[in-house]
């Protein structure tokens, strides 16, 4: 499939990742850019998906904003999830021709680059057939929830929003224990380092998480974009 650009953004607000991948989608879509993958962190975070319950986010605004908690509605499928500190969210913005598109492989194979991490770890990821993201036993790892967005001057779609991987312990309890997560009620959430007792920071997992991504996909080449350069999609 060529060359994949990749881009490790730090935390930036979710605001923001969002606009970046909007100007993404608009060139990726004319065939002006390469397939990006974004790999960030947000602040404190509830993103509310197309299958909106309201009901699912248990706490008050007084409660929200107390504890700094930003809330987005936003176009992806699925319902309600958290992001924040300690959780690589990866925003692939890659192009799918109309020919022989397969909307489900596309989220089977964001499941297999993550399942293929955790192997990394001795750790044995795994699939619910009701549900989408990777989970180890009963407990969820990785909440994925993406947007088909037709491309602007190609017969195909270009992706956006993607995949949220727990890394640091704790952040299992910080944030989801204020919602119902993506609806889901009978099993838990888990972290990379709760699963292996490691300490581990973000930036190494986006870093192992790369050649993951590029074997599963069929790219031949990652290529990294300074942060500065996405940012200049945007400002156009």
Request: hydrophobic share 35%.
């Amino acid at each position: 499939m060529g060359m994949l650009d990749t881009a490790k953004l730090g935390r930036i607000e979710y605001g923001e990742a969002w606009d970046l991948q909007k100007a993404l989608i608009r060139d990726i879509g004319a065939g002006e850019r390469e397939d990006t993958l974004l790999l960030l962190e947000h602040p404190p975070t509830y993103t509310i998906g197309t299958d909106r319950h309201p009901e699912h986010l248990l706490m008050s605004p007084d409660e929200l904003k107390r504890r700094g908690i930003s809330v987005f509605e936003i176009d992806r499928g699925g319902d309600i999830t958290y992001h924040g500190p300690g959780q690589l969210v990866g925003y692939p913005l890659l192009y799918l021709d109309a020919e022989g598109l397969d909307l489900h492989k596309y989220l089977r194979d964001l499941e297999e680059s993550l399942i293929r991490l955790l192997a990394e770890f001795g750790l044995v990821g795994g699939r619910k057939p009701e549900y989408t993201g990777v989970w180890i036993g009963d407990r969820k790892v990785a909440a994925i929830g993406v947007k088909f967005n037709r491309a602007r001057a190609r017969r195909g779609f270009v992706t956006s929003h993607g995949f949220a991987f727990n890394v640091k312990r704790g952040v299992e309890q910080e944030g989801f224990g204020g919602i119902v997560p993506c609806g889901i009620q009978e099993y838990g959430v888990t972290s990379l380092e709760a699963e292996t007792g490691l300490t581990l920071e973000v930036e190494e997992i986006a870093e192992r998480v790369l050649p993951h991504f590029r074997d599963v996909f069929g790219y031949g080449s990652l290529r990294t974009v300074t942060e500065a350069a996405i940012r200049s999609t945007a400002a156009r």
